[in-house]
């Protein structure tokens, strides 16, 4: 019972409790976890099914539509044996087959974006939180992704590292990324969505601009929700 249509160049927020299904959500998008019923499209191209054969998308297949899709994960996801100039280089190198100058070239441009340029050469390890995920947002980039999905980008950041983050989402957001965004972040869902939706339990039951949504709620458990979290 999920029907959502996310425009190109919208942010939506999708919030809810622990346990009410918004990260098993954001990895159906990408067929990271695989829908029992139901079809998504990115870009008017279904994923997991090949709709010639009507038979689910092999390996290389759904290779080729993940790369359309940029994934930031609550835990980061580095790859600790590489530097963070690699880190954002790997994707576009090995799955786009981009001559490496091309892709360092990108990388640098990507890690100045996020406000990493002094930090090429750096192993995640050396890290803070906060410039662990701004990597990972850069490696998301990289790939020149038509949607940006972002799982509690923020939920393992230390409360002085949040802000840094955010604000390079708020940039995107005000570049026209295409951004599906599940947080707990109240004032960003405010200040930057185009539109915020509810799960409970494994279903939308509300789905409004966050100017309706935050101060004329139609449903009473969204009403708790919001009371809680003031």
């Not at 297949?61 to 994934?71: P, Q, S």
């Not at 990597?135 to 980008?153: K, N, Q, T, W």
């Given at each position: 019972?999920?029907?959502?249509?996310?425009?190109?160049?919208?942010?939506?927020?999708?919030?809810?409790?622990?346990?009410?299904?918004?990260?098993t959500?954001?990895?159906?998008?990408?067929?990271?976890?695989?829908?029992?019923?139901?079809?998504?499209?990115?870009?008017g191209?279904?994923?997991?099914?090949?709709?010639?054969?009507?038979?689910?998308?092999?390996?290389?297949?759904?290779?080729?539509?993940?790369?359309?899709?940029?994934?930031?994960?609550?835990?980061?996801?580095?790859?600790?044996?590489?530097?963070?100039?690699?880190?954002?280089?790997?994707s576009?190198?090995?799955?786009?087959?981009?001559?490496k100058?091309?892709?360092?070239?990108?990388?640098?441009?990507?890690?100045?974006?996020?406000g990493?340029?002094?930090?090429?050469?750096?192993?995640?390890?050396?890290?803070?939180?906060?410039?662990?995920?701004?990597?990972?947002?850069?490696?998301?980039?990289?790939?020149?992704?038509?949607?940006?999905?972002?799982?509690?980008?923020?939920?393992?950041?230390?409360?002085?590292?949040?802000?840094?983050?955010?604000?390079?989402?708020?940039?995107?957001?005000?570049?026209?990324?295409?951004m599906?965004?599940?947080?707990?972040?109240?004032?960003?869902?405010?200040?930057?969505?185009?539109?915020?939706?509810?799960?409970?339990?494994?279903r939308?039951?509300?789905?409004?601009?966050?100017?309706?949504?935050?101060?004329?709620?139609?449903?009473?458990?969204?009403?708790?929700?919001?009371?809680?979290?003031?």
């Amino acid at each position: 019972d999920i029907d959502l249509v996310v425009n190109k160049g919208e942010v939506v927020s999708v919030l809810g409790s622990s346990g009410s299904g918004k990260s098993t959500m954001l990895r159906c998008i990408n067929w990271l976890e695989e829908p029992d019923r139901g079809s998504i499209h990115i870009a008017g191209q279904r994923i997991g099914i090949n709709e010639q054969t009507r038979r689910k998308m092999t390996s290389k297949e759904l290779a080729t539509l993940r790369a359309r899709t940029g994934m930031v994960f609550q835990g980061f996801n580095l790859w600790p044996h590489l530097s963070v100039i690699q880190n954002v280089m790997e994707s576009p190198i090995y799955v786009k087959r981009m001559p490496k100058d091309q892709a360092r070239a990108i990388a640098v441009e990507l890690l100045e974006k996020v406000g990493l340029a002094d930090k090429h050469e750096a192993y995640p390890y050396t890290l803070s939180g906060g410039q662990k995920q701004r990597v990972a947002i850069a490696r998301a980039l990289a790939m020149s992704p038509e949607v940006i999905l972002f799982d509690e980008p923020t939920s393992a950041l230390d409360p002085e590292r949040v802000g840094e983050v955010l604000q390079v989402m708020k940039n995107l957001s005000s570049e026209g990324y295409t951004m599906i965004v599940v947080t707990h972040e109240m004032e960003f869902a405010r200040a930057v969505s185009d539109q915020v939706v509810f799960l409970d339990k494994g279903r939308i039951i509300e789905k409004a601009p966050p100017s309706k949504f935050f101060s004329n709620p139609d449903t009473e458990r969204v009403r708790k929700f919001l009371e809680i979290t003031a």
